[in-house]
């Protein structure tokens, strides 16, 4: 209980706590089928990609072997994909077809507990997403273990990123069909042109402003400077980047959800 | 809880007060100008056809719905306001929303268990209560099945016991029983009767009579967003209804028996092809039913839905 007596309800952190222990608690209902796929994905990947087309690419990217280069950029887009799916579908299956959200806001939490605790929960699956490539590129020696230790630190902000931002989407969505637009028009080119399978350098000029206005460019520079150990100034500014973006988009989310959540 | 919460001094006699409340959707007005009170340990009922406003008015008090802000409006609960309380009325209450709202993957226990996390139970207090109201509802053997395998009606008590989980002192049902079997049905009015009984205080809306007249001590028939008349369930009918009516389904038996002419104190209503006479002598009525020995009619008491069908218009008024 709180100390104040004008408060007989849970702190913050305790909401949002319970907000995300929901969704811990549904995700790991089907432990298996749901953790094994993040550890399939990049293995299918590496050895498909990687090795397939890798052996036919032998100049260094960015001064990195091919596996390198592309593992290091997996670590993220890979939590990308989870935040993106969850915050999308998953958010949209839960407010309008199982209306599970109406039962929790009958429960002490705000619309904005509930928001903030569903961008921390997408952040979880891209810390979690992450790790297990992780796993698989150090199983594969592509880089050690602990050299990326701290990529899925990574993988978290870019599950809050990419959580806040599927979160915005789906506040304008009217069809479940409408998600198809956001993620071939926009995800999956992120996926080609951020920095992932060939360096933003190899863009045409005119389009490198793009690369560098999408978040996961952002990320995959994160993340590939805390697996090589290779730290620049520069990235203080990626990291200003997601810190703002999370924020701005977090916050629009909230705005425009919260619409559809309380009448 | 220690006896210097707020809402401990500020409950004193009504849990809710709502005055000069309203609410629109667009251009539709859900709820106009809306004023009742509840008092507490007492059951109160919205009644009211399908779009009468029931379910926004009982949003409004969980906030799930804003009301429209108005300078000489109130909506108070345990002394709260929504707009600018909602945690602490929700903490203080149970809702059990129209729609069944359970978690598909997780089985009994677990859909509770998550909602012992938003009250912050810690796990062994969780356990202790879960085993109580799924023994108080009648689900303990189902406590390791899954929500698909469960019954609507099964599933219906098992979202009043997660209402149930913080032991509200307020507790709201939007439609408690709508779709269940007779037996569901009274074992949900007894539980809430009990619940009463502990204190309880109970806002639900229904559109079946039956069930305002089971359990509540109030009722507010509501109808286009506004209050049409409020009572107990008792002095609606006394007050608002001849006490026996005699219906007659064909319209050729009503003429017979009114080309008869009819005694001053029997009044008459006739809704689609329906006709029935009320009146609150017993014996003036039997005397007309003589006229058609033999054919099909049907002499009894009115009830609750009688009042209901008066105040909310829906029968044509052969008088008017």
Request: hydrophobic residues 45%; charged residues 20%; contains cysteine.
């Amino acid at each position: 209980m709180t100390s104040s007596s004008e408060r007989p309800y849970p702190p913050l952190r305790k909401r949002l706590f319970s907000v995300w222990y929901r969704h811990v608690r549904v995700y790991t209902k089907n432990g298996f089928s749901n953790a094994l796929p993040p550890f399939l994905e990049p293995l299918l990947f590496l050895a498909g990609v990687g090795l397939g087309l890798g052996r036919y690419i032998t100049e260094s990217m960015e001064g990195l072997a091919y596996l390198e280069f592309l593992g290091t950029g997996l670590l993220v887009t890979t939590s990308m994909f989870t935040a993106a799916f969850e915050c999308t579908f998953g958010t949209f299956i839960r407010l309008e077809f199982e209306k599970v959200y109406d039962g929790m806001l009958a429960a002490p939490i705000t619309v904005n507990n509930l928001i903030v605790g569903e961008i921390i929960w997408a952040g979880s699956k891209g810390l979690f997403f992450s790790f297990a490539v992780l796993c698989i590129l150090s199983v594969f020696g592509v880089i050690s273990f602990a050299d990326g230790l701290m990529a899925p630190l990574v993988g978290f902000l870019t599950g809050l990123m990419f959580g806040a931002l599927s979160l915005l989407v789906t506040s304008f969505v009217k069809t479940i069909n409408h998600f198809n637009f956001y993620f071939t028009g926009f995800i999956s080119p992120m996926f080609f042109f951020s920095g992932v399978v060939f360096p933003v350098s190899n863009l045409p000029k005119f389009v490198r402003p793009f690369a560098e206005i999408v978040p996961l460019t952002h990320s995959v520079r994160l993340a590939r400077s805390m697996c090589t150990g290779r730290y620049q100034i520069s990235l203080l500014l990626d990291l200003l980047y997601v810190a703002f973006f999370i924020l701005v988009v977090g916050l629009l989310a909230i705005r425009r959800l919260r619409r559809r959540l309380v009448s | 809880m220690d006896s210097t919460t707020p809402w401990l001094v500020n409950m004193a006699k009504n849990v809710i007060t709502v005055r000069n409340v309203s609410k629109s959707f667009g251009k539709v007005q859900a709820v106009r100008n809306l004023s009742f009170q509840v008092e507490s340990g007492t059951c109160f009922g919205l009644l009211g056809p399908n779009g009468a406003g029931k379910t926004t008015m009982m949003k409004m008090i969980y906030a799930k719905c804003t009301r429209e802000k108005d300078s000489d409006d109130t909506l108070e609960i345990f002394g709260y306001d929504p707009i600018h309380e909602e945690l602490a009325i929700k903490y203080l209450s149970g809702v059990v929303p129209q729609e069944n709202n359970l978690d598909e993957e997780l089985n009994v226990v677990q859909n509770l268990m998550i909602y012992s996390k938003f009250y912050s139970l810690s796990a062994k207090v969780a356990r202790e209560r879960i085993d109580n109201l799924l023994g108080f509802l009648e689900l303990s053997e189902k406590r390791r099945s899954k929500i698909k395998e469960l019954s609507g009606g099964m599933k219906r008590r098992l979202v009043v016991a997660r209402a149930l989980l913080n032991e509200p002192k307020l507790l709201i049902l939007d439609e408690p029983t709508t779709g269940l079997d007779p037996q569901v049905r009274h074992l949900i009015w007894d539980k809430l009767r009990q619940l009463r009984s502990q204190g309880t205080t109970i806002l639900l809306t229904t559109h079946y009579m039956e069930e305002a007249f089971q359990l509540c001590d109030t009722v507010l028939i509501m109808h286009k967003g506004e209050k049409v008349m409020q009572d107990t369930p008792q002095n609606l009918l006394k007050e608002n209804i001849e006490t026996f009516v005699l219906e007659l389904p064909a319209g050729d038996l009503a003429r017979t028996i009114r080309g008869e002419g009819l005694p001053s104190q029997i009044r008459v209503e006739r809704f689609e092809g329906t006709t029935r006479l009320y009146c609150d002598s017993f014996d003036e009525l039997k005397a007309v039913t003589t006229r058609i020995e033999g054919s099909q009619y049907y002499l009894r008491q009115s009830n609750l839905e009688d009042v209901f069908l008066k105040a909310t218009g829906r029968a044509l008024n052969d008088k008017q």
